[in-house]
């Protein structure tokens, strides 16, 4: 192993004991036709039990790939996780076979996905679709599931559950569509819940009912979450702990409340600095990144974000600075962090 | 000097005159019905009032957004006044000229003066042609061009203002990323020097990063060319940063309307009230908002009796605001914020 820079973080740290999830590490890479891409490129982080982290970043940032990676639903040929190590309370997901894993998938960990629309089945009834989850798990009677069923309608805020039961996907909106996602992920009480940005196809005012429900949700079932989006405003008030990500790397993390009040990567900065707010910002202009994120396959030396930061010095072009230690609980990968403007 | 012999406060109809020759496009009570269809070959014994009864006025060179929840009507709006779907009721004027009753071939100059820009670019534009195609279509159509060489400089030309390089227009939609799609889209709808675009829901399947420098370009594009935009988006914190003048939509019809600065100083109806608390302000500091809203969207098959807004807010008085549809009146305050609700004067 290279010489270890002074608080260097990658590799070698222990599992918090506090942690219901800590990832280890992680490279995942897709297969495309010029070859892997490595999408997920030594990421690492800690989930708190009964706490919300959430991973931020554009498009194409790798968020998603490392959701998915923890579901363990990545596999040849659209691609394979590489290396590293995922251990949901003490278990490492990686070294299971694919049937205990199939176990913990919906038992342990359970995954909204973005799209209410394409994830549920248009021809099954939403009863039927949520009671398979219950009974693949539990061996209970018909009557038993459909009581469950019942219940966990109830616990997702849907109106009439004993007609929506016997409803099909086609005739419910958006909102619903993903409350029935979310009545389906619960259905065996997972310990960790991941979404991956489970809003983006609602509304606004359907959004805030999609996280108040969450909160209340988590509040009292203690369940943690894995929060993936590109919404920094519902980061905001929703999650605790945040990690940002860039090129398939981790570029800044630490609880919400720290890296919201200052930022210690460029990149964050210029997040945040985009998220149109009335009154803070000089009317009809916004803050923007600069051009966009860089292709996989045509990475430097340097620093993966030096093409678009406005801090950029000499030294990010020829080497990619390490995940550092910066305050307790922080981390940055930028060599001039503590010159961030706040 | 005339000036200082002038009356300083204009006649009525001085102000109607003056106003008129500002005015862009406007509709009259524009309504569009869909008829519901209860079996496949049943007649229509229903109609969804999709948009009911709106005049909406669109000046020179200003941005006018439309906001609301989905099914609030607010995509058909900017459809009729495009008119490419035709309205039910009312009267469309585009450019003091009465639109609504043009027939298609007619509508071919009009349609240069007029474009769109729709929300998913990846299909709004033709998978099989390249971009230099895509946009040069669209000059050849409207005859901007009087040879090819012509064609392909123009194209050039608003590749260039779009943010994009020249060498662009030999690349296919899928080569590009969603935020430089959205661009080509962009240029296309400029290409034909349009005085009015519809901007539906533009940045909704963009990251934040890309969603800013996307309404960056529309705003420096408009303050270059002059071009009036009517912005339709369901997230009333992002349209305070384009926009002079909001209308807030809510099942056909419009319920507050003001300047952008009006309506988030002071807005008046409950439900703008509850669309600006959905979003949690992150420079501000505030607590996350505790949502005041918690039925879901009236159903637009079976609207609610009296002010559409009445199931789902707080303050909604029996007797009243579930009997008669309130009428969109002038606050007391003036300077053109109007309000549809029964109960807004009361603090």
Not at chain 2, 25 to 36: H, N, R
Request: charged letters at 25%; glycine letters at 6%.
């Amino acid at each position: 192993m290279a010489e270890t820079p002074l608080g260097k973080l990658e590799g070698g740290v222990e599992a918090r004991p506090s942690s219901i999830l800590s990832v280890r590490d992680l490279v995942t890479s897709y297969h495309t036709g010029e070859g892997k891409l490595r999408v997920v490129d030594g990421v690492s982080f800690d989930i708190r039990r009964s706490a919300t982290l959430a991973i931020i970043g554009e498009s194409g940032c790798g968020k998603s790939a490392t959701a998915l990676s923890i579901m363990r639903l990545i596999s040849s040929p659209l691609g394979q996780i590489e290396s590293g190590k995922i251990e949901l309370e003490g278990r490492d997901l990686l070294t299971l076979s694919e049937r205990d894993m199939c176990q913990v998938r919906g038992r342990a960990l359970s995954m909204v996905f973005q799209e209410p629309m394409t994830s549920l089945h248009p021809l099954v009834t939403i009863g039927w679709q949520i009671q398979e989850a219950v009974t693949i798990r539990e061996r209970v009677s018909r009557r038993q599931a459909r009581a469950r069923t019942m219940e966990l309608l109830e616990r997702v805020c849907l109106p009439e559950p004993g007609v929506m039961i016997d409803t099909y996907p086609h005739r419910l909106s958006g909102g619903q569509r993903q409350r029935v996602m979310i009545a389906m992920a619960l259905a065996c009480e997972p310990a960790l819940l991941l979404l991956d940005d489970p809003t983006t196809a609602l509304d606004v005012s359907t959004q805030a009912q999609i996280f108040e429900l969450l909160r209340n949700l988590q509040r009292r079932c203690s369940m943690s979450m894995l929060l993936v989006t590109h919404d920094l405003r519902r980061v905001f008030g929703h999650a605790s702990d945040v990690v940002v990500m860039y090129a398939g790397r981790v570029v800044e993390s630490g609880s919400v409340a720290d890296v919201f009040a200052k930022q210690m990567h460029p990149y964050t900065r210029g997040l945040i600095e985009s998220i149109p707010e009335p009154g803070t910002t000089p009317h009809r202009r916004l803050r923007t990144i600069e051009g966009s994120v860089p292709d996989l396959r045509r990475l430097g030396v340097g620093c993966r974000f030096a093409q678009r930061c406005p801090m950029r010095i000499d030294l990010c072009e020829v080497e990619e600075p390490p995940l550092m230690s910066v305050a307790t609980g922080r981390s940055s990968r930028c060599w001039r962090h503590d010159e961030v403007p706040s | 000097m005339s000036d200082v012999l002038s009356p300083t406060e204009p006649s009525p109809v001085d102000a109607s005159q003056h106003e008129r020759a500002h005015t862009l496009i406007a509709t009259e009570s524009v309504s569009k019905y869909f008829p519901v269809h209860p079996s496949v070959l049943g007649t229509a014994s229903r109609f969804i009032r999709a948009v009911d009864g709106v005049s909406l006025r669109v000046r020179y060179g200003e941005t006018v957004a439309v906001v609301g929840e989905s099914a609030c009507g607010k995509s058909t709006l900017g459809r009729l006044l495009l008119r490419l779907i035709d309205p039910t009721l009312g009267r469309i004027v585009f450019e003091g000229t009465d639109i609504t009753q043009t027939p298609e071939r007619a509508l071919l100059p009009v349609r240069r003066r007029m474009q769109v820009v729709f929300q998913d670019p990846t299909s709004s534009l033709n998978p099989r042609m390249p971009v230099g195609e895509i946009i040069g279509e669209a000059i050849r159509i409207h005859r901007l061009a009087r040879s090819r060489i012509e064609e392909r400089d123009r194209v050039a030309r608003w590749l260039k203002s779009v943010g994009l390089r020249p060498e662009a227009a030999a690349l296919y939609p899928h080569e590009m990323s969603g935020g430089q799609r959205q661009r080509v889209a962009i240029a296309r709808a400029l290409a034909v020097e349009p005085r009015f675009i519809v901007c539906d829901e533009p940045t909704a399947s963009q990251d934040v990063s890309t969603q800013a420098q996307i309404i960056n370009l529309l705003v420096e594009l408009q303050e270059t060319t002059g071009v009036a935009y009517l912005w339709i988006s369901h997230d009333l914190s992002l349209v305070h940063h384009v926009s002079d003048r909001v209308a807030v939509m809510l099942l056909g019809r419009i319920v507050e309307q003001a300047s952008a600065d009006d309506l988030y100083d002071s807005p008046r109806h409950p439900y703008t009230k509850a669309l600006l608390a959905s979003v949690p302000q992150i420079v501000s500091g505030l607590p996350p908002p505790t949502f005041p809203i918690t039925g879901a969207p009236p159903s637009p098959v079976v609207p609610p009796s009296g002010c559409a807004f009445h199931p789902r807010c707080p303050r909604a008085v029996r007797g009243v605001c579930d009997r008669d549809v309130p009428i969109l009146e002038e606050t007391p305050r003036g300077s053109g914020h109007r309000v549809a609700c029964w109960i807004s004067d009361e603090g």
